[in-house]
C-alpha cells in the first residue's frame, strides 16, 4: 500500500510539474505572438500612413501623434467608427501640415469600407486609401490601391474642388469615374470622402491648433 500511495505521489508531481512548465510555454509563446502581431500592426498601419504622408512631408511619428475621436467632435460625418478610432496628425516644426482622418462607409456594396482620408491644412486631399473592404473581387474592389489608381482621383481636391453637386460619381451626374457593372462601392466611397471633408472644415481650427504639448483626447467628453 505504501509503495501505491508513493507512485501516486511521484505521478501527481510529476504531472504537476509538467502542467507548470506547459502553462509557461504557452504564456511565453502567447506573450510573443502578441508582439509580433502587434509590431505587424505598427508597420501596417505606418505603410498606410506614409502612402498618404510620405516620409519626409513630416517629422513627428505618426503612429503616436494622435487625437482620439471623442464626443468633441460630429463623429456622424466619420461614418460608424470603432470606439478607439484616432485621428493622425503630421507635422512639420511643431506644426500640423496634414491630417488623417479615419472614415467607415456605411453602405459599401457587401458591408462596410474603413478609408483614410488625409487632408492638408488647407483643405485639399492629401490622399485616400482603402483600409479595409469586402468588396466583390474584379469589380468593386478596384477601391483598393492594389487592384487600380482609382483612389488617387481625389488628390489635391477639395470641397470646392469640384463643386459640392459634383461630389458624386459620374452616373449620378459627378465627377468620378464607377466601375463597370459596380457602381454602389465608388459611391459609397465618394460620398465618404466628401462628408470627411466637411468634418474637417467644421473642426479645422481644433484640428490644425493641436500642440504637442497638450495632452489627447482622452474621449470621455469632460
Known amino acids: 500500500m505504501n509503495d501505491l500511495l508513493q507512485s501516486v505521489r511521484?505521478?501527481?508531481?510529476?504531472?504537476?510539474?509538467?502542467?507548470?512548465?506547459?502553462?509557461?510555454?504557452?504564456?511565453?509563446?502567447?506573450?510573443?505572438?502578441?508582439?509580433?502581431?502587434?509590431?505587424?500592426?505598427?508597420?501596417?498601419?505606418?505603410?498606410?500612413?506614409n502612402e498618404i504622408v510620405p516620409a519626409g512631408s513630416y517629422d513627428n511619428d505618426l503612429l503616436t501623434d494622435v487625437i482620439t475621436v471623442d464626443k468633441r467632435f460630429n463623429q456622424q460625418l466619420l461614418g460608424p467608427l470603432p470606439d478607439d478610432a484616432q485621428i493622425h496628425l503630421a507635422r512639420t516644426n511643431g506644426q500640423v501640415n496634414t491630417v488623417?482622418?479615419?472614415?467607415?462607409?456605411?453602405?459599401?456594396?457587401?458591408?462596410?469600407?474603413?478609408?483614410?482620408?488625409?487632408?492638408?491644412?488647407?483643405?485639399?486631399?492629401?490622399?485616400?486609401?482603402?483600409?479595409?473592404?469586402?468588396?466583390?473581387?474584379?469589380?468593386?474592389?478596384?477601391?483598393?490601391?492594389?487592384?487600380?489608381?482609382?483612389?488617387?482621383?481625389?488628390?489635391?481636391?477639395?470641397?470646392?474642388?469640384?463643386?459640392?453637386?459634383?461630389?458624386?460619381v459620374k452616373k449620378d451626374g459627378g465627377d468620378f469615374d464607377q466601375f463597370t457593372g459596380a457602381t454602389i462601392t465608388p459611391r459609397a466611397v465618394v460620398k465618404a470622402v466628401k462628408l470627411a471633408l466637411k468634418f474637417f472644415e467644421l473642426h479645422k481650427n481644433e484640428l490644425l491648433g493641436q500642440r504637442l504639448s497638450e495632452p489627447q483626447y482622452s474621449g470621455s467628453g469632460e
Open 10 to 49: 511521484r505521478n501527481a508531481i510529476g504531472l504537476g510539474l509538467f502542467a507548470m512548465v506547459t502553462a509557461g510555454a504557452i504564456a511565453v509563446a502567447q506573450v510573443g505572438t502578441k508582439e509580433r502581431i502587434e509590431h505587424n500592426i505598427r508597420m501596417a498601419q505606418a505603410k498606410a500612413l
Open 100 to 168: 488623417i482622418l479615419p472614415v467607415v462607409a456605411p453602405d459599401g456594396y457587401t458591408t462596410q469600407i474603413a478609408v483614410l482620408v488625409g487632408v492638408h491644412a488647407d483643405g485639399s486631399i492629401a490622399g485616400v486609401r482603402v483600409i479595409e473592404h469586402k468588396e466583390t473581387p474584379g469589380l468593386g474592389d478596384k477601391i483598393d490601391r492594389k487592384k487600380s489608381d482609382w483612389v488617387l482621383g481625389f488628390n489635391e481636391k477639395s470641397l470646392n474642388n469640384p463643386k459640392a453637386e459634383r461630389w458624386a
